[in-house]
Every structure is written in structure tokens, then in C-alpha cells.
């Protein structure tokens, strides 16, 4: 399995118009969470960064909320912000511009937002330019820092140093809650929040 835990340059010049970080000179981080709502992993990561007086952005998937409406209020009610994930997880690359669109809008009608994720980072630069312009207008937000929690492969301890070591003041950081990623999740987040509590960090939505 590829990928990239720290997003490089050139990756970031070649997609100029899509968000990789929030500039700031400020102790910020902007944590994110991937896949949700989720019944068991979702009210762990709440539950975590209401410990740390934490605020998160959290791109949910329009089936799962759905099917888990009082998660995702429960998101909305403790001051977190979420973004549309598509409905059903559709790889950017895998699927046809008119079908993607069409389930983009499936998720818009459960989650109010003007924040979009590609699931997997996947998109299209035709589909990009859509996405932001009118009738959608959204904001395409992708990450500086990956913590990889989706790897089987790796430990807790292994995706929690990911980002210790890479995020930087306005690092948007990804993790994802899932049942695929719990195992690690559970014990990597809070090692992260410690970590950047210690060093005086706040952890702020993207807006």
C-alpha cells in the first residue's frame, strides 16, 4: 500500500486550488476525521477531544449519516464542523464525472456544508473545478499530515508518531473514524492530543 504522510511540494503546486494547510504562525492544528459516523470509534474520538477542549472537522460519509443521525448531531451540538465525503466512499478516479457529482449531492442533502474531501484524496481536475464552482462552491480540503490509521500493518504508536513528527503550526492532520482504523485510532489520538497539548497546541474546525 502507497501513500504519502507528509504531502510533498510539488504535490500540493500541481493541485493549487484545493486546501493543504491553514497558514498560521499560531500553535494550531487542525485534526480531521474521515468515514463517519461510526457507532463505537465516532463517540470515542467526541468523547476525546471534549477531554482536551478540542475542536475537529469531520468528513462524514452521507450513508453513515443516515444510518447514525444522532452521531452526527452529536457532532454538530459539541461545536465540530463536518464536510461532505461523498455518499457511499466513490473513488474520484473510478467512477464517471456525472455519477460522482450525482452522489456528492446525494450526501449535500443529509450534511450542510461548504466542505468537501475526496475519498482516498482521489479527484479528477475536471471534477475539482466543478466542485468548486457554482452550483456547489465548495472548499476542497486535503491534509498535510496522514496518520496512516488505516494501515493494518501498523501500530498505534506508529501512526501517532506520523504526526508528531510532521505536523507544523496549520497542519490539517487525518484520521479517520472507522472500524477499519479503531484499533489504531484508539490509541494513537490520544497520544497526539497529549503530545500538542504539552507543547501548548490548540486544536481548532477548519472554517
Known amino acids: 500500500m502507497f501513500y504519502l ?10 493541485y493549487r486550488g484545493l486546501v493543504w494547510q491553514i497558514p498560521t504562525k499560531e500553535k494550531v492544528l487542525y485534526l480531521s476525521f474521515d468515514d463517519g459516523p461510526h457507532p ?27 444510518a447514525y443521525p444522532q452521531l452526527y448531531r452529536r457532532t454538530l451540538l459539541e461545536g465540530h464542523r463536518v464536510g461532505n465525503h461523498t455518499h457511499d466512499h466513490l473513488n474520484g478516479w473510478k467512477v464517471d464525472d456525472k455519477r460522482y457529482l450525482e452522489n456528492i449531492r446525494d450526501a449535500a442533502r443529509l450534511i450542510d456544508s ?21 452550483p456547489f462552491h465548495y472548499k476542497i480540503i486535503m491534509w498535510q499530515v496522514l496518520s496512516a490509521d488505516f494501515d493494518r500493518a501498523l501500530t498505534a504508536d506508529q ?40 507543547l501548548g497546541y490548540r486544536f481548532e474546525a477548519i472554517r
Open 40 to 66: 463505537v470509534a465516532t463517540p470515542f474520538v467526541l468523547d476525546m477531544l471534549k477531554k482536551y477542549d478540542a475542536r475537529a472537522t469531520f468528513f462524514c460519509i452521507g450513508k453513515n449519516v443516515e
Open 159 to 198: 501512526c501517532a508518531r506520523y504526526v508528531t513528527r510532521h505536523a507544523r503550526p496549520g497542519s490539517i492532520v487525518v484520521f479517520h473514524d472507522s472500524e477499519k482504523a479503531f484499533d489504531r485510532l484508539r490509541g494513537a489520538l490520544p497520544a497526539v492530543l497529549e503530545h500538542f497539548s504539552g
Open 5 to 14: 504522510v507528509n504531502t510533498p511540494w510539488w504535490l500540493k503546486t500541481l
Open 114 to 134: 461548504d466542505l468537501f474531501r475526496p475519498p482516498y484524496g482521489r479527484i479528477g481536475a475536471f471534477q475539482s473545478s466543478l466542485l468548486r464552482s457554482a
